[in-house]
C-alpha cells in the first residue's frame, strides 16, 4: 500500500497530536496519482482549500462558459482523503476529499463537463485511530530475502544470483539488495491491519537495504591419505583411502568432492570356503523393572512365616547373631533414603548376519559360547532435591549505595542422588548480589588518606658546590625535599559516634518528658583528636604524595661598606664637653640589612683615643691671589685665605660655631719681579707615611715645588738651594691604638614573665610559629683593641656601646601528637590447611607532629606484635563407603531360555552404600561431600556368581617388605577355594597364577639446577608500620646480597619428586655483589681570578677539575666544558672601579739646559719626573702595581721638554686643563685651554701665548658615550644555599665612542637614560635524589608448580631524581625461582579398543582409566604416571570435571557394514578472504566424516558423507594458486597449493589452471623441434625456425653460435663452431669444463634479434673512436709556452701574482 501523506489541521495542528485515519475503501495506486497533481493541495487548513476551491471554480467557469467541451473530452481526479474526523475512537469516523474534473490535456474543467454517474465519492466512512491503539497494532518484519545484485534486479521475479562465467575471476565483492516483508498487524491474533495504523505511532520499516554478495567460494579438501591394508585376509576386499574438508563451500561454491575413494583388493586365494557369516550383537534394550516391591517383600513374608512355623524356638545365641548381622546390615542400608537403587534387568539382540548384511539363522554363526543376552542393572533415576532454603543475611551488613554490593547464598538439600544415568544433581547453593535498606542498617564506614606533618626540610649539596674546605653543611639553604607518611582511617568515625550519642540523648529526654535542646548539625564542634589508622586497603582512592620540594630561606648576610677615612679630633659628645678626651674615628655603614637583625653585623664604628679635641674647625677651601703689600705690581704679599667652618664629621655648619676655633692666617707670598728667580706653587701635601704614630714611627707628609726661571743676579731675588724646594711636616701622631666594640652572639630566648602578650594579638615569630608570651635575648659587649684583645670598657666611646638585652618572642610548645593504635590485624577466621601454623597480629600507630620548643616527646613503643590464637585444623570431608551387599542375578524365568544359562551362577550386579563423613569420622551432609570431596564412589559393580566348573580364587594378598632400596624381590600370593583346587584347569599357572614377583623399587635421587640465576637480593630486615607508607630516603641499596637458583630432584626414572628427597630446601644459595653508586667526583675549588677587566663590568672565573666519573647509577656530574670535558666552571660578574689604579707623578726635577747660556742660565732643557701606578684608596694612593693595570692613555708624561725662560723674560704657569668639548663631536665645535702669567717680563719684552685651542675631533679628543648592557650572569646564591631562588644580574657599562670602558661617570654626567632592569629572579635546580617506596611483599608463585615459577617483588618511584640528584635504578622489580614443585594431575589414558564380547561385531564397550601423572609443568615436558597416592592431594578431576566417564558404547562394524568414520579434527581456524583482504564475514572451522566400506557389493549401501561448521576467532586469510612441475615430453603435473605449503583439492580458480598438456595441431615432425607451452612449434637451442608463409615451422636451421668458456675452462679462444648437441649438459661433453652461453643472432621468427642492431651500432662507434684517436696521435702538436717550476708548485689561496693563478 502506497502511503498518503496526511494534511494539517486548521490552526496549525498536526493530525499525529490527536487521531489520524484509515480508510476501508482500496487506496489509490502510485501510478494513478503520478500523471498530473490535484490543484487544491496545499499546507495551509481544509476551510481555505474550499475557499479556494470555489473561486478557482468560479473564475473556471467565467473562463469556460463561452464554451462546452464534449464529455469524451474530460475524466474525473480525485485528491488524497483528508482527516478522519469522528467523536469516538474506532469505526465510525468520516473523511472526505477533493473532485474535480479535467480535460485529456490536464487542465481543470467545469464539473459538468465530466459525467455525474461516473463521478467518484468524495465522502467516506472510516477507522479513527487514537493513542491507546499503540499497544494492540505493531509492524511485523520478514526475513531479509537473499542478497541480489543490483545490475540483475528488476520490477517482477528477481532471478536467482548468477555464478560468473568461467572465464572471469572474482576480485572483490558485489553489490546487491535484499528486500522483505513488513505488515502491520494486531498483535493479539496477528491479523492483518491496515499499515496507516501502524504509520500513526512508528515509521514504516524499511523494505530494503543494500548489501555484499561475496565470491563462491569452492570447497577446498585435503590430499588423500595413503591406503589402507585390504578389508580382507583372503578374497576380494576394499581398499580406502579418506581426505578431510578443508574449507566448506559457501556463496554458491563448488560443492565438496567425494572424501572417501575406493579401489577392490585381492591378497589371495582363499583355501577354503571364504567367511561369509558373522555373529553380531545389538544395543542393550532399557533398563526394565522386576516384579514390584511389594510383591517380592509379600512373597518374603510368606517364607518366613512358614519356616518360623516349621522350627522350633532359636536359642538365645543364635537371635543374638542375627540380630547384629540384622543391625551390620541397617547400617549398611544407613543411606538408602538417597538413592532407593531399584535392580533391573536389559536384554540384547543376537543374530547372525551374511555379509551382504542380511540376517541367517544363528546356527550359521559356528561359535561355542554365544554371548549373554540378559544382564542385571540399576534403573535409572534422577537426581531430586528439596526446595530452596530461605535467603540468609547479606554479606554486607551497612549502607553505602556507592560501595560494591553484598552477597547472600541458600541452600538446598539432596534427596535422591542420581543413579544409573539419571540427570545429575543441580547446584545446591546459589548466591545473588544484595544491598540492605538505609533504615535497617547503619551507614557504611568510609575511609579517606590522612597525612602526618612534612619533616623538616632537607637540602642537599650540589656536586660543584662539594669542597673539603666547607664540610659544615648544617647551614644550608636553598632548595630541597621533606617527607611525610601517609596512612589510612576511617573518615566518619566521629559522626558515627555523635548520631549515637544523640540518639541515646533523645532517649532519656523522652522519657523524662523534656523538651530535647540539641543545637542543630552544623553548629556542633567536633574535638580534634587523632584518629587510628586502618588498613591501608580500604582506601580506593589515590594516595598523597609522600615527598614534595621545600626551600629553606636562606639568611641575608650583612654587608658593610669600606672604612672612612680617619676624622678629626673630637669629643665623645660635643654637647657634653667637659671631659677632656677626644677620639678620632671612621665609620663604615651598612650596604645589604641581615635576615637576622643587625646584631650579626661587625662593629661599624672604630676610635683613636686623641688629645685637644674639638667639635668644629676652620677648613681651609683656598688661597687667593698673591697681592703686593706695596702696591705694586711685584714684590712681597699676602695671600687671603678662603675658608669654612665644619663639624667633626666633615659637614659645612654655622661659621659662629667656630668662633672658638683658632682661624688660619693669612700667608706670605711674593710676586717675582722681572729678575726675580720664579718658583712654581707648592704641590699638595704627600700621603702620610705612616697611619699612627708609634715609638719607633711617626708619620710624615712632604710637599715640592720647582724653579720655573733663574734671577738674572742683579738686583734680582736670587733661587733657593735645593733643600728649600721641600718641606716634611709631621702627620697622623695619635697612637696605633685602635678601639671599638665587640658583641658576641645573642643568646636564647628565655622567658620573661614581666611582659606578656595577648592571644588576640596574633603575633607570629621568626619561624611563622605562633607566639605565647614575650622573652629576653642577652649578648655580650666588650671593648677591643685591635690586634690585641679585650680592653677595659672606658677605653671605648661610652655612647656608642650596643645593647646587651632586647626583647624575643616565644614560641609556642608544642607536643608530640600520635594516632590512636590501630585494630590488631586479622588473624586467620578460617581453619589452616596442613595443620596448625602459628601466625602473628600486630599492631601499631603514627606520628602525626614531632615535639618542638620543649613538648612532650613522643612515645617510644610504635610497633607491637603477638602471636594469634591457634587456629583448628580445617575440617575435610570424605566419602565411607560400606559392604557390598549380594550379587543379584537376573531372574532365572526371564533368562531361563537364553543359551547357556544356569539358575545358580552367572554374571550380576551388587551395589553397596556411601555416606559423607568428617575426617574425625562424624557424620557429615552429603551436600559437603558433593562440594568439597572428591568425585562419589561407584554404588554398583558388576559380579560373577561362580558356577561349577569356574575356578575361585581369593583376593591378592599385599605384596612383602623390601629389605632395602634396589635390593631383591616382593611377592604376593592368592590361592584355590573349595573344590577348584582339585580342577586341573585351576591348577595351571599359566592360566590362573597363584603368586607375582615384583623387583623392589630402587629410590634414587638426583638432584640438578634448572632455570637462571635469580637477581642480586640483598638481605630482607625487618619492615615497621604496615599500616604506614614510608619512604626509603637515600638509602643505598648495595653490598653483599644472595642470589638464587631452584633445585629440581628426580628419581632414577627421570621423573620429577619432592625437592626434600634429594635433601635440599629448593635453591642454591650464592654470594653476590651490588655494586655501590659512586658519584661523580671534582677537585676543590680554584682561587677566583682577578676580573677580567681592570675597569668597567668583567668576569672573574673558578673551576673544578673531574677527578672520577660516576658509575654503578652515582650522581652524575655537572654539565662539563664542551672543550675538555673535564672541567666546571663558576663564572660571576664583577665590577672594577676605574679609580681603583691611578697614575701618581713625583715633583718635576731641576731643569737640565742643553744650549747653556752661562750667563743666564736659560734656554732650551728638558725636565723629568717619576711616574708610578698605585692602588688608589679612600685615603689616596698607598701601594705601587703593576703598571699594565693603569690605563696607559692617561699615563702623564715622565718628561718635557721646554725652554727655560731668561732673566725678565715673560714666565707663564704651567698649561691648565683643556676645557670639555661641547657635543656632537663633528669638527667644528673647539676646545681651549690657558696659562697665566707668573712674572711679568721687563721692559720691551712682551708675554707668550697663554690660549690655546684645538679643534674637537671625534675619538680624539672628543668622545661620545653610551651605556653598554651586559648579558645575564649566572643565577648568583647566598653563600649557604646549594640551590632553590637566586638572583642573575647585569652590568651596565659607559663605553666611549672608541669602544672603551670607562667610568660611569662619564655617562652619568651626561644623564643618559637607564632603562634596564639589572637584577632578575631566577631558579637553580635543586638535586633530589631518587625516592623510592619500599619493596612490595614476595608475590605468590607464578605457577604452583613445575620448574619455570617465580615470585616477584615491585617498588615505585615516589620522587623522580632532578638536577644532579641521584638517579632512580633501573631495577625497579626482583625476582627469585619458587621452590621446584612436581606437577600432579589426574588423566585419562586412552580409550581401550572397542571389544565385543563373544561376538564378532555389534554394539560393544571401551573403557579408559583416571590415573595419576606428574610432569614438570613446561609444555613440551614428557608426563609420567605414578602412584595414586601423589594426587591424594588434588581433587579428583580431570580438566575441571568431577563426573568421570570411564565406560562408554561404541560399535565394531561387521564386515557388510558400510559406515560413517569418526569427526576429523577440527581444521585451523580460516577467514573468507578474497586476494588476502579479509572480506568481514567471519572465521569458521570444519571437520568431516569419510565413508568406509569393507565389502564392494555394499557400496550401494553406504551413507551419505557428512560435514559441519563451526565460528571461530582469529581466522588467517589463506591463499590459493596453481603450481606446475616440470614438462615430462607434453605433459606435466598441476596442483592447487594454499599459501601454508598445503596441496589441497579445490580453492584455485579453474579458469586460469594451467595446461597439463601441451600438444600441438599440427604436430612437431621437424627434426630438432618441440612443442612450446603455448601450443606452437619451435627449435631446439642452437637452431633457427624457417616458417612458411602460412606460419608454420617449415624447418630447423643449424646457426653458428658464439661460445664462451665458463670460468675454470682453459680456452680462452673465442671460436665459431658448429653446435653437434647443443641441448646436451655440458658435463656429458667429454674435454669441456662449465657450461657454454651460445648467442643466438635470429628469433623464431627468421628475423635479426634487437640485441644484433645494438651490437653493430656498438662496434661502428668504437671504430669512429679508435680512427679519431689515430688521428690526434699522428697530428703534430703545437709548441707549448715554457713554465717553470709548475709541477712543485703548491696551490694556494691568495694571488701571488702567477700566471697559474
Given at each position: 500500500m502506497e502511503s498518503i501523506s496526511a494534511l494539517t489541521l486548521s490552526g496549525g495542528t498536526n493530525i499525529k497530536s490527536g487521531c489520524a485515519f484509515f480508510c476501508h475503501t482500496p487506496s489509490v495506486s502510485k501510478s494513478e496519482l503520478e500523471p498530473r497533481s490535484p490543484p487544491v493541495l496545499s499546507a495551509r487548513g481544509s476551510g481555505e482549500d474550499e475557499r479556494e476551491e470555489e473561486e478557482e471554480e468560479e473564475s473556471e467557469e467565467q473562463r469556460t462558459s463561452h464554451r462546452s467541451i464534449p464529455p469524451s473530452l474530460s475524466a474525473t481526479e480525485e485528491g488524497p482523503w483528508g482527516r478522519c474526523?469522528?467523536?469516538e475512537c474506532g469505526p465510525g469516523g468520516r473523511q472526505s476529499r477533493a473532485v474535480w474534473c479535467t480535460h485529456v490535456d490536464g487542465w481543470t474543467t467545469l464539473p459538468t463537463n465530466c459525467p455525474p454517474a461516473v463521478?467518484?465519492?468524495?465522502?467516506?466512512?472510516?477507522?479513527?485511530?487514537?493513542?491507546?491503539h499503540r499497544e494492540l497494532y505493531d509492524w511485523r518484519l520478514g526475513q531479509w530475502s537473499p542478497c541480489?545484485?543490483?545490475?540483475?534486479?528488476?520490477?517482477?521475479?528477481?532471478?536467482?544470483?548468477?555464478a560468473p562465467p568461467p572465464s572471469s575471476v572474482c576480485t572483490g565483492r558485489e553489490e546487491g539488495i535484499q528486500t522483505r516483508e513488513v505488515a502491520c498487524v494486531r498483535t493479539s491474533d496477528g491479523a492483518p491491519a491496515d499499515d496507516a495504523i501502524c504509520e500513526y505511532f512508528e515509521p514504516r520499516p524499511r523494505l530494503e537495504q543494500a548489501c555484499l554478495i561475496p565470491c563462491p567460494r569452492d570447497c577446498v579438501v585435503s590430499q588423500f591419505s595413503p591406503w589402507t591394508g585390504c578389508?580382507?585376509?583372503?578374497?576380494?576386499?576394499?581398499?580406502?583411502?579418506v581426505r578431510n574438508v578443508l574449507a566448506p563451500p559457501a556463496f554458491g561454491g563448488t560443492p565438496c568432492p567425494n572424501l572417501t575413494d575406493f579401489q577392490t583388493c585381492q591378497p589371495r586365494a582363499c583355501e577354503g570356503q571364504e567367511g561369509l557369516y558373522s555373529l553380531k550383537v545389538g544395543p542393550w534394550s532399557p533398563c526394565a523393572l522386576l516384579h514390584s516391591r511389594s510383591t517380592r517383600q509379600a512373597k518374603r513374608r510368606r517364607n518366613k512365616e512358614r519356616n518360623r512355623g516349621k522350627g522350633g524356638p532359636r536359642d538365645p545365641d543364635t537371635q543374638e547373631l542375627i540380630k547384629k548381622k540384622r543391625n551390620r546390615n541397617r547400617q549398611n542400608r544407613q543411606e538408602s533414603q538417597l538413592w532407593d537403587l531399584q535392580v533391573g534387568y536389559q536384554s540384547r539382540e543376537v543374530t547372525c548376519n551374511h555379509r551382504n548384511g542380511s540376517p541367517v539363522a544363528l546356527s550359521l554363526c559356528r561359535q561355542e559360547d554365544l554371548p549373554v543376552t540378559f544382564q542385571s542393572c540399576i534403573m535409572p533415576r534422577d537426581c531430586v532435591v528439596n526446595e530452596w532454603s530461605a535467603w540468609g543475611p547479606c554479606s554486607k551488613d551497612c549502607y553505602d549505595p556507592n560501595t560494591p554490593e553484598g552477597v547472600r547464598s541458600r541452600i538446598r538439600q539432596v534427596q535422591l542422588l542420581p543413579v544409573g544415568g539419571g540427570t545429575v544433581c543441580p547446584s545446591l547453593e546459589e548466591s545473588e548480589p544484595c544491598s540492605p535498606k538505609a533504615d535497617e542498617v547503619p551507614p557504611c564506614p568510609t575511609y579517606g588518606w590522612k597525612t602526618t606533618e612534612w619533616s623538616e626540610c632537607r637540602v642537599d649539596v650540589l656536586l660543584s658546590q662539594q669542597d673539603r674546605r666547607r664540610s659544615n653543611q648544617t647551614g644550608l639553604c636553598g632548595g630541597g625535599v621533606q617527607s611525610r607518611e601517609v596512612y589510612c582511617v576511617q573518615t566518619n568515625a566521629d559522626l558515627l559516634t555523635y548520631l549515637s550519642n544523640l540518639k541515646d540523648k533523645e532517649g532519656d529526654q523522652s522519657q523524662g518528658k523534656q523538651k530535647p535542646s540539641t543545637p542543630p548539625l552544623l553548629s556542633i564542634t567536633f574535638e580534634i583528636t587523632a584518629t587510628r589508622p586502618v588498613d591501608m586497603d580500604l582506601c580506593t582512592g589515590p594516595a598523597p604524595n609522600t615527598t614534595q620540594l621545600c626551600h629553606i630561606a636562606c639568611p641575608v648576610e650583612c654587608e658593610v661598606s669600606s672604612w672612612t677615612a680617619w676624622g678629626p679630633c673630637t669629643f665623645e659628645n660635643c654637647d657634653d664637653q667637659a671631659a677632656k678626651k677626644g677620639f678620632k674615628m671612621r665609620k663604615r655603614k651598612i650596604i645589604n640589612e641581615p635576615s637576622g637583625g643587625r646584631g650579626n653585623c661587625p662593629h661599624l664604628v672604630e676610635a683613636i683615643p686623641c688629645?685637644?679635641?674639638?667639635?668644629?674647625?676652620?677648613?681651609?677651601?683656598?688661597?687667593?691671589?698673591?697681592?703686593?703689600?706695596?702696591?705694586?705690581?711685584c714684590g712681597p704679599g699676602t695671600q687671603i685665605p678662603k675658608v669654612q667652618c665644619i663639624n667633626s664629621s666633615g659637614d659645612m655648619v654655622d661659621q659662629q660655631l667656630c668662633r672658638d676655633a683658632i682661624f688660619p692666617m693669612p700667608v706670605a707670598c711674593e710676586v717675582p719681579c722681572p729678575k726675580d728667580c720664579v718658583l712654581s706653587p707648592w704641590s699638595q701635601w704627600s700621603l702620610c707615611s705612616q697611619t699612627c704614630s708609634g715609638k719607633t714611627t711617626e708619620g710624615k707628609q712632604m710637599r715640592a715645588r720647582s724653579i720655573l726661571a733663574y734671577s738674572s743676579g742683579e738686583g734680582g731675588i736670587p733661587c733657593p738651594n735645593n733643600s728649600a724646594l721641600q718641606e716634611v711636616r709631621s702627620c697622623n701622631n695619635h697612637p696605633c691604638t685602635v678601639y671599638h666594640w665587640q658583641t658576641g652572639p645573642w643568646g636564647q630566648c628565655t622567658e620573661d614573665t614581666s611582659i606578656t602578650i595577648s592571644a588576640g594579638n596574633g603575633t607570629a615569630g621568626l619561624g611563622g610559629d605562633a607566639t605565647c608570651s614575650v622573652g629576653v635575648q642577652v649578648r655580650k659587649v666588650i671593648c677591643v683593641r685591635v690586634n690585641v684583645g679585650q680592653v677595659p670598657p672606658k677605653k671605648c666611646p661610652e655612647s656608642l656601646r650596643p645593647d646587651t638585652v632586647r626583647p624575643c618572642p616565644l614560641p609556642c610548645k608544642r607536643d608530640c601528637i600520635v594516632t590512636s593504635f590501630s585494630e590488631w590485624t586479622q588473624c586467620p577466621s578460617t581453619c589452616q590447611e596442613g595443620g596448625n601454623v602459628k601466625s602473628k597480629q600486630?599492631?601499631?600507630?603514627?606520628?602525626i607532629q614531632l615535639p618542638t620548643n620543649g613538648g612532650q616527646e613522643c612515645p617510644d613503643v610504635l610497633y607491637e606484635e603477638r602471636d594469634c590464637e591457634p587456629q583448628p585444623v580445617c575440617q575435610g570431608y570424605r566419602w565411607k563407603t560400606h559392604k557390598w551387599r549380594r550379587c543379584q542375578l537376573v531372574p532365572w524365568y526371564i533368562r531361563q531360555d537364553s543359551p547357556g544359562a544356569q539358575e545358580t551362577c552367572g554374571q550380576g550386579l551388587q551395589t553397596r552404600a556411601i555416606s559423607c563423613r568428617r575426617?574425625?569420622?562424624?557424620?557429615?551432609?552429603?551436600?559437603?561431600?558433593?562440594?568439597?570431596?572428591?568425585?562419589?564412589?561407584?554404588?554398583?559393580?558388576?559380579?560373577?556368581?561362580?558356577?561349577?566348573?569356574?575356578?575361585q580364587l581369593t583376593n591378592w594378598s599385599k605384596f612383602s617388605q623390601c629389605t632395602a632400596d634396589c635390593v631383591g624381590v616382593r611377592t604376593r600370593k592368592r590361592a584355590l577355594v573349595g573344590k577348584s583346587k582339585k580342577k586341573d584347569k585351576c591348577r595351571n599357572p599359566q592360566m590362573y597364577p597363584l603368586s607375582e614377583i615384583q623387583y623392589c623399587p630402587c629410590n634414587k635421587y638426583n638432584a640438578q639446577p634448572v632455570g637462571e640465576w635469580s637477581d642480586c637480593i640483598l638481605p630482607e630486615g625487618r619492615v615497621e608500620g604496615t599500616l604506614g607508607m614510608r619512604?626509603?630516603?637515600?638509602?643505598?641499596?648495595?653490598?653483599?646480597?644472595?642470589?638464587?637458583?631452584?633445585?629440581?630432584?628426580?628419581?632414577?626414572?627421570?621423573?620429577?619428586?619432592?625437592?626434600?628427597?634429594?635433601?635440599?630446601h629448593g635453591y642454591i644459595e650464592e654470594a653476590c655483589i651490588i655494586p655501590c653508586p659512586s658519584d661523580c667526583k671534582l677537585s676543590e675549588w680554584s682561587n677566583w681570578s682577578r676580573c677580567s677587566k681592570s675597569c668597567g663590568s668583567g668576569v672573574k672565573v673558578r673551576s673544578k677539575w673531574l677527578r672520577e666519573k660516576p658509575y654503578n647509577g652515582g650522581r652524575p656530574c655537572p654539565k662539563l666544558d664542551h672543550v675538555s670535558q673535564a672541567q666546571v666552571y663558576e663564572v660571576v660578574p664583577c665590577v672594577s672601579d676605574c679609580s681603583q689604579y691611578i697614575w701618581v707623578a713625583e715633583p718635576w726635577s731641576l731643569w737640565k739646559v742643553s744650549n747653556v747660556d752661562l750667563k743666564e742660565n736659560c734656554g732650551e732643557g728638558v725636565q723629568t719626573r717619576k711616574v708610578r701606578c698605585m692602588q688608589n684608596t679612600v685615603d689616596g694612593p698607598v701601594d705601587a702595581v703593576e703598571e699594565y693595570l693603569c690605563d696607559p692613555e692617561e699615563m702623564p708624561l715622565g718628561a718635557q721638554e721646554s725652554r727655560l725662560p731668561c732673566p725678565e723674560d715673560c714666565v707663564l704657569s704651567s698649561w691648565g686643563p683643556w676645557s670639555l668639548c661641547n657635543l656632537p663631536c663633528n669638527g667644528f665645535n673647539r676646545r681651549e685651554r690657558m696659562a697665566y702669567p707668573v712674572r711679568l717680563p721687563g721692559m720691551g719684552k712682551q708675554c707668550l701665548v697663554s690660549k690655546q685651542s684645538e679643534a674637537c675631533m671625534l675619538n680624539k679628543n672628543c668622545y661620545h658615550y653610551t651605556y653598554n648592557i651586559t648579558d645575564w650572569s649566572t643565577c648568583q646564591l647566598s653563600e649557604k644555599a646549594v640551590c632553590g631562588n637566586g638572583i642573575k644580574t647585569r652590568l651596565l657599562d659607559c663605553v666611549r665612542s672608541d669602544g672603551k670602558s670607562v667610568d660611569l661617570k662619564f655617562c652619568e654626567e651626561l644623564g643618559l637614560e637607564k632603562k634596564w632592569q639589572m637584577n632578575a629572579s631566577c631558579v637553580v635546580e635543586c638535586p633530589v635524589n631518587c625516592q623510592l617506596s619500599d619493596w612490595s611483599p614476595w608475590s605468590q608463585c607464578s605457577q604452583t608448580c613445575g620448574l619455570i615459577g617465580k615470585m616477584w617483588r615491585r617498588r615505585e618511584v615516589i620522587q623522580p631524581s632532578q638536577g644532579d640528584g641521584r638517579p632512580c635504578p633501573p631495577e625497579m622489580e626482583q625476582w627469585k625461582p619458587c621452590p621446584v614443585q612436581p606437577c600432579y594431575r589426574w588423566q585419562y589414558s586412552p580409550w581401550s579398543e572397542c571389544r565385543v564380547q563373544d561376538a564378532t561385531c555389534g554394539e560393544g564397550l571401551r573403557q579408559r582409566n583416571v590415573s595419576c601423572f606428574v610432569s614438570d609443568g613446561s609444555q613440551d615436558g614428557e608426563e609420567s604416571m605414578v602412584e595414586e597416592e601423589l594426587c591424594g592431594g588434588l581433587e579428583m578431576a580431570v580438566d575441571g570435571q568431577k563426573q568421570f566417564t570411564l565406560e562408554e558404547m561404541c560399535t565394531v562394524p561387521c564386515p557388510s557394514d558400510c559406515y560413517l568414520m569418526e569427526w576429523s579434527p577440527w581444521s585451523s581456524c580460516q577467514t573468507i578472504c578474497v586476494n588476502g583482504v579479509d572480506q568481514g564475514l567471519g572465521s569458521v572451522q570444519v571437520r568431516s566424516r569419510p565413508v568406509i566400506a569393507q565389502e564392494p557389493e555394499n557400496l550401494l549401501q553406504c551413507p551419505e558423507q557428512a560435514w559441519e561448521t563451526r565460528p571461530c576467532i582469529g581466522g588467517q586469510c589463506y591463499k590459493y594458486q596453481w603450481m606446475t612441475g616440470k614438462w615430462q615430453g607434453s605433459s606435466r603435473l598441476v596442483w592447487c597449493q594454499r599459501s601454508d605449503g598445503l596441496n589441497v583439492t579445490g580453492g584455485c580458480p579453474v579458469s586460469i589452471k594451467p595446461v597439463t598438456d601441451r600438444s600441438c595441431d599440427p604436430p612437431c615432425d621437424k627434426p630438432q623441434s618441440y612443442c612450446s607451452e603455448v601450443g606452437v612449434c619451435v627449435c631446439e637451442d642452437g637452431y633457427t625456425e624457417v616458417m612458411t608463409s602460412d606460419g608454420l615451422l617449415d624447418q630447423c636451421t643449424l646457426i653458428p653460435v658464439l661460445e664462451i668458456p665458463a670460468a675454470g675452462g682453459t680456452k680462452g679462444d673465442v671460436k665459431t663452431s658448429r653446435a653437434v648437441d647443443p641441448t646436451q649438459p655440458a658435463a656429458e661433453q667429454p674435454g669441456k669444463f662449465g657450461r657454454a652461453w651460445f648467442l643466438q643472432p635470429f628469433g623464431p621468427d627468421g628475423m635479426l634479434k634487437t640485441w644484433v642492431y645494438g651490437v653493430a651500432v656498438g662496434a661502428l662507434v668504437l671504430l669512429i673512436f679508435i680512427a679519431s684517436m689515430i688521428y690526434l696521435a699522428c697530428k703534430k702538436p703545437k709548441k707549448t709556452q715554457k713554465r717553470q717550476n709548475n709541477r712543485l708548485k703548491p696551490l694556494t689561496l691568495a694571488y701571488d701574482g702567477d700566471a697559474d693563478m
Open positions: 474526523m469522528g467523536n463521478r467518484p465519492d468524495n465522502q467516506q466512512s472510516c477507522f479513527r485511530v487514537c493513542d491507546w541480489v545484485p543490483v545490475a540483475l534486479r528488476s520490477g517482477g521475479e528477481v532471478p536467482p544470483p548468477a578389508s580382507k585376509a583372503c578374497g576380494i576386499g576394499l581398499q580406502n583411502r688629645d685637644e679635641p674639638t667639635c668644629y674647625e676652620w677648613q681651609l677651601v683656598k688661597l687667593e691671589e698673591c697681592v703686593p703689600d706695596t702696591g705694586t705690581e600486630s599492631w601499631n600507630r603514627i606520628i575426617q574425625d569420622g562424624g557424620p557429615a551432609d552429603i551436600r559437603e561431600c558433593l562440594k568439597s570431596a572428591n568425585s562419589m564412589p561407584a554404588i554398583t559393580q558388576p559380579c560373577q556368581l561362580p558356577c561349577q566348573d569356574d575356578c619512604v626509603q630516603g637515600d638509602v643505598k641499596e648495595c653490598g653483599q646480597g644472595y642470589r638464587y637458583q631452584a633445585m629440581a630432584c628426580y628419581d632414577q626414572n627421570g621423573r620429577l619428586v619432592e625437592t626434600s628427597r634429594c635433601n635440599s
